[in-house]
């Protein structure tokens, strides 16, 4: 067979002929100028190397250089090569019989003999750096990420043993299944020798006392089947755990009592740094690993809780129950994969655990599937509160004026209405209707369990209508809203003969929907009038502090009685409780015909609305409250316009 005449092949040749990885360029040069000459009679390939050797080898030289498969070291006159292939093909060659060594130390640069350049050998600590040959990539932080790419497959490691044992030369490939099978071997030859294991049985006895029958058959494992102990310690147990910390620290305290230690006992010292470094390392991984699954169950349970919908910025901020951020307890990187396959990973062809809703203005969600269908409820219920005060106020400014709407006759216009005014008062609630994943969700919860009638949002594949899905019926609508008016609108004949002559007169200039005209709240006297607006500032004149205006101390009230954190609710609450306040009002001075006001009136008002109510009367600092509310109706009755 032909010899390879291309520049790598030769040096190799060449360095397994001499037996070094060290190879002088003129010797070198001088050698491949002759052999050339000699083989080129016999095979033409050879005829390019015997002419202008020196242009064609520095030509070739530098890619190899290049690629790092030799390296051009200028530590003598005339220059040298270095053949990293030659310590690695040598230490595989030392390492292929490693049962037949358990009983002398790793090999290092003497046993080889073999002086290894240092910018060719990666030093180690095993109890510091061995990690980094254990992780995952995904697991790595930026630290630990940028040093595991100092390592490469066919690099050589130099682990460096600590107290003057010596190092070890390995190849990274080994690292670190077969080095530990290496490790385990050699302590294996430690409890072999000088009755061992019968030593440390009975020392280890009393450390793990009442696991002694543990302990005899991780001490047989060890004996029997060394490679098992690995996958032991791989999986990681409490007692393998505590075995092998006990087991190194001994062995490690009764060599180092020996003056002169024989090559079986630096064999086991060594051996035993490995194990000890790696078994830290798995019981961090374990630890770790539990944290991890701790956070992502917390991550999973808060994702649960309302209000059911999250942005990712939203979930990078959860915390545990003792306000430890979750992002502390894994990674960005962690976080994002874990996301990854909840949205897209369904078991059985059914919707993956975790669901993405896209709002009207770009926003992006993230929902449990369990509690799709439970933020669809909890936005309807939410939203009815809303929307029903809404269409209310709007028709009743229409009958007001004796007009009316398409959404007043018909149940379609109604529903239209209410699409409308859900759009407004709730855009997250209008994208759940219109994403066709609550359908997926709905048929898929519907085909494992029966969904209550009062539950149910489809109808033969379509969602039902919007009146059926807030359970507002246009009619019951339009009779509240005439209910709160005078009793002449819910008179047609009367109503349209109102109508015909207020047509005829001036035209009332429009309100606002959020105005709000006190004229229209009373049906009393002119004097009589007077004489509450007088009565109610007599009263505002009492609970009003000295210094403070009416606006200012009801604001001020509204801060004690009204905590909620989101804004907007709060000043929903507050408007609430107003309008509450103006109803109850109006209402006294129609049935009662109030003509005489005292603080007395006011405060029997305040709590009969308060009483009459579960939520007010839940809520917090009653007495601000009832004062609120009294004070609020005295401020309509002075800025009554007649």
Known sequence: MAQATDLYSILRAYANKNNSPYIEIDSFLEFLGSYANRKAQEQPEWIKWSSDINVKFWAELAGLAESEKCILMADSANGRIYMPFFCRDQLREVYSDIENAADMPFPDEETIKITIPENQLRVINPETDMGIFFERPEDRGNAEAEKAETFRPDHIIKISFPDGYGSALVPAPMIPRRLMEIAFLKARNYLRSHGNREYVLHKLAPQLQGREKYLREIID???????????????????????????????????????????????????????????????????????????????????EKPPYYFTIDDITKFTTEK????????????????????????????LPEWLILQGKKGERWYIKKTKYLNLCAKLLIDTRVQIKRAITKRWMKLLK??????????????????????????????????????????EELERSQEIPLSSRIFKSGKLLPMNALYVLRRKDMLADAKILLPFWYSIPVLSGIIAFFKKLGKKKKKQTENTTDTSELFEIAGNDMRALQNAAKTIAAILVPQGQTIDNYLDELAGRWSRLLDKKARENLIEDVRTLARDALRFESRTRKIKQLTEATLNELALSLISHNQTLSGLANQEALRLFIELYMAKLLINFKF
């Open 401 to 442: 004026e004796f007009r009316s709407e398409p959404a007043m006759e018909k149940d379609s216009e109604f529903d239209k209405l209410l699409k409308t005014y859900t759009a407004n008062l709730n855009s997250t609630l209008i994208s759940l209707l219109d994403d066709e994943k609550l359908l997926w969700v709905y």
């Open 221 to 303: 494992q060890l004996m029997i089947r060394p490679n098992d102990c690995f996958r032991g310690m791989e999986d990681f147990g409490d007692f393998p755990y505590l075995f092998w910390t006990y087991f190194c620290s001994l062995v490690k305290n009764d060599i180092k009592k020996k003056k002169e230690p024989l090559g079986e006992d630096i064999a086991a010292v060594q051996a035993v740094y490995i194990i000890e470094a790696c078994n830290g390392f798995y019981r961090a991984r374990a630890v770790k690993k539990r944290e991890l699954e701790i956070a992502v169950r917390n991550l999973e349970l808060r994702m």
């Open 323 to 350: 306000g430890v951020l979750l992002l502390n307890l894994y990674s960005l990187k962690q976080l994002e994969t874990h996301i990854k396959s909840r949205t897209t990973e369904g078991a059985n062809n059914n």
